[in-house]
């Protein structure tokens, strides 16, 4: 696999609410945010996220919508992991769009990693385009 990169993001949350883990561990969050986008798709974007938190970590499950500056929209959903202790984290984003000039995003799943400021409700991220190179080499060559 080949990682290409796509754009940088600062993301910020605007609203957030926690609901601090039970017993047995675990805790919710939910955040409404803004973000910038910069690279291959400059804009803006809204979004939303309702991750499960457990032991120091967030687990992200994130929805928006990205407003290139080029014009319409892209919508884009986001996973991954993200050390609430350590100040980092590892994304996952799809999109989906019928906007001519970034019709190409609905083929991408792109992968990002940054730092997590939990003090500043802040995430600096960069993300890149995770490329298959195929055929595989044969395991154990």
């Not at 561990?25 to 910069?38: H, I, L, S, V």
């Not at 080029?70 to 884009?76: P, R, Y």
Request: hydrophobic share 40%; glycine share 12%.
């Amino acid at each position: 696999m080949r990682l290409d990169h796509l754009f940088d993001v600062d993301w910020s949350y605007d609203l957030l609410h926690e609901v601090e883990p039970s017993p047995a561990g675990d805790g919710r969050f939910y955040g409404q945010g803004r973000a910038t986008f910069r690279g291959r798709v400059s804009g803006h974007a809204q979004w939303s996220n309702f991750p499960r938190v457990r032991a120091g970590f967030a687990l992200p499950h994130a929805h928006g919508v990205i407003h290139p500056d080029e014009g319409g929209v892209v919508l884009f959903s986001l996973t991954g992991m993200s050390s609430l202790t350590e100040g980092h984290g590892i994304h996952v984003m799809t999109f989906q769009t019928e906007v001519e000039p970034h019709s190409w995003l609905n083929d991408v799943i792109a992968v990002g990693e940054g730092t997590v400021d939990v003090e500043r409700r802040m995430l600096e991220m960069r993300y890149y385009v995770a490329v298959a190179e195929v055929p595989l080499p044969p395991l154990g060559t």
